[in-house]
């Protein structure tokens, strides 16, 4: 019932409405990004717009979903260590714990929660709490998105006639790249280890 509300207002309003849509989906809307990416890629295999202009404001809405999210985090600065919300549910110890986390993979962090919806508010906000740089915060997640908007974008562009089962897959997708992540590590471990033994 919602996914059909937001397909026809994207229908109707294109542009403004993706990018409306993918902002408050970065701020936890009961929508899937992916779902939103692919209606987005839907609307342009029907001929109401340009895949490429879609694309760019589909972009646009997600970065700025993250940074706003990511600007909230800031206002809860590590500089704050007397802030209510840092001193009732982290602690001055698990806030060391976690600047020490983020010191050693935040990057990486950020990078693997782009593509997964059910980590993003979280990592977001703990990104700007842990006063990460927003050009590095941006860059690594412009870095995320340039791989995850064409790609569904892309979907549903190009299987715009099996629309039905490009959803289902969008919506399935974090379970799979939850399921894949850590044979993804293995690998780059793996593939890392036998070069550094070469050399």
């Not at 206002?75 to 983020?102: C, Q």
Request: hydrophobic residues 55%; charged residues 20%; glycine residues 10%.
């Amino acid at each position: 019932m919602l996914n059909e509300f937001v397909f026809q207002y994207i229908e109707q309003f294109t542009f403004i409405a993706i990018f409306i849509f993918l902002i408050l989906c970065g701020l936890g809307f009961p929508v899937p990004e992916e779902v939103l990416l692919v209606i987005s890629g839907y609307i342009a295999y029907k001929g109401l717009t340009s895949p490429y202009l879609m694309g760019a404001a589909d972009f646009l809405g997600v970065l700025g979903g993250d940074i706003i999210l990511f600007s909230i985090g800031k206002r809860w600065s590590i500089g704050r260590k007397d802030h209510r919300f840092i001193k009732n549910f982290i602690g001055e110890i698990g806030l060391e714990k976690v600047k020490y986390f983020y010191t050693r993979h935040g990057n990486k962090t950020i990078f693997i929660a782009r593509f997964i919806s059910g980590l993003r508010v979280a990592v977001f906000l703990s990104a700007g709490v842990m006063n990460i740089k927003t050009d590095k915060f941006l860059f690594i997640d412009a870095l995320g998105a340039i791989i995850s908007v064409p790609l569904w974008v892309g979907a549903g562009f190009i299987m715009g006639s099996n629309i039905d089962k490009v959803l289902r897959y969008a919506r399935d997708f974090e379970y799979l790249f939850i399921i894949l992540v850590p044979f993804i590590i293995a690998g780059i471990v793996v593939i890392y280890l036998h070069l550094r033994k070469k050399t």
